[in-house]
């Protein structure tokens, strides 16, 4: 069950009123020493769960430089690692990530999760560029040395499929993209793996803007094997603070989603990162810090802070202050995790996909063994 804080609460009375050790809580829940707990924090507590489990597939998006103790905690309940990421030229060679990810392939191999390429429009500078899209997907020549070069990759280095991860695609590119996507499907198909396309978060066909147009989602669903929904960045780092992925807002999304592509091959996309804002929030100047689930809690604690939970954004949060300047934090907790899976459930959804895994929360992780048999 979800336990939440009240005043007076100590870790060891909510240990004594289940029947459970302290250790056990502050284990699963990674409350650190001295053991301190803030009011309205969500506590998972370990016990016989009577939730009709569902098999789900789910993803973990990650970066080379993850802890090798982070990585090993969460490959147990993956299905799949997308390492993020392999970039391209605009004459279809790969830039593979500056850091070796051949421990990592080795890693997940050897827990059962198979190690995904994630291929992005990256450049020699790192940053998404819709010129490099424009240049592979309409042009034979690139696009057939880019599927050569991924294919090379995929035998050479041990990768299990191919996530396509391309943001800010031009309208005009729409088509030409969706059929990259379908050529590429069918050279990795041949292999034996599939191939996954991340789609931007839409609530209809014709929804206006960069992120929107050049991605056709009835189309992209036929043509690939899998879609991984980025239902998040609602509340991003730039923008004025709000909930990260507010339940209702992906919701929306989900509608349209599921009447447009069979909901057997959607994954619902989860935030593990929340945002901690100074305040008042200046546009084009604010720029929120980027925080941890388990991070923004201890940060509660530490400056006394209440944890408050919005129940329509199915998201919690937090005000403090800290050198004389006012802070609001909004996170993921087990609460906001459980409505997501709920949402899983509900639509009955391929599973979920998490971006990232950079920072362990194991509250989530058997949370969500406690809802899906992962496969």
């Known amino acids: 069950m979800i336990y939440v804080v009240r005043q007076g609460d100590t870790i060891d009375s909510i240990a004594m009123q289940f029947s459970i050790s ?12 001295p053991y301190g707990l803030a009011v309205g924090q969500a506590l998972l507590i370990p016990g016989n769960s009577t939730v009709q489990k569902s098999p789900a597939q789910f993803n973990g998006y990650v970066y080379p430089f993850i802890s090798r103790y ?28 500056q850091l070796d990810d051949s421990w990592m392939i080795a890693a997940a191999d050897e827990q059962g999760a198979a190690p995904i390429l994630t291929l992005t ?37 041990g990768f299990q499929g191919v ?29 034996g793996f599939p191939v996954s396309v991340a789609l931007a ?16 989602y009835p189309a992209l ?64 100047q604010s720029a929120a810090v980027t925080i941890g689930s388990v991070e923004a809690v201890q940060l509660a604690v530490a400056n006394g802070a209440q944890i408050m939970f919005d129940t329509v954004a199915q998201s919690p949060y937090f005000t403090y202050e800290k050198d ?17 899976y709920d949402l899983i459930k509900e639509y009955s959804l391929r599973g979920g996909s998490v971006w990232t895994i ?16 992962i496969s």
């Open 221 to 284: 669903g036929a043509v690939s094997d899998y879609v991984l929904v980025m239902t998040y960045e609602w509340g991003y780092k730039y923008g004025p603070p709000l909930a990260v992925a507010p339940a209702d807002r992906v919701r929306q999304v989900l509608d349209y989603a599921v009447s447009v592509i069979p909901p057997e091959k959607i994954q619902l996309g989860i935030s593990n990162y929340g945002y901690d804002w100074t305040l008042p929030y200046v546009k084009g």
């Open 163 to 191: 996530d396509i991860d391309f943001e800010f695609i031009k309208a005009e590119d729409r088509d030409a993209f969706t059929d990259f996507v379908r050529y590429i499907r069918e050279a990795v198909n041949a292999l």
């Open 70 to 97: 982070v990585l090993t905690e969460t490959l147990q309940y993956l299905s799949a690692l997308n390492i993020f990421s392999y970039g391209f030229t605009a004459e279809g060679e790969l830039i593979p990530p």
């Open 358 to 373: 950079m920072n362990l929360f194991r509250g989530m992780w058997v949370l969500a063994e406690e809802n899906f048999i």
């Open 22 to 33: 302290a250790y056990t809580i502050s284990y699963i829940n990674q409350i650190p020493a």
């Open 121 to 157: 429009p990256f450049g020699v500078d790192g940053n998404f560029n819709n010129n490099l899209i424009t240049a592979v997907v309409n042009d034979p020549v690139s696009r057939t040395r880019l599927k050569d070069n991924l294919i090379n990759v995929i035998m050479s280095k």
């Open 324 to 340: 004389g300047l006012s802070h609001i934090v909004w996170f993921e907790d087990v609460r906001s995790m459980q409505g997501k």
């Open 201 to 216: 978060p839409k609530v209809s066909a014709d929804q206006p803007g960069l992120l929107y147009e050049g991605k056709d």
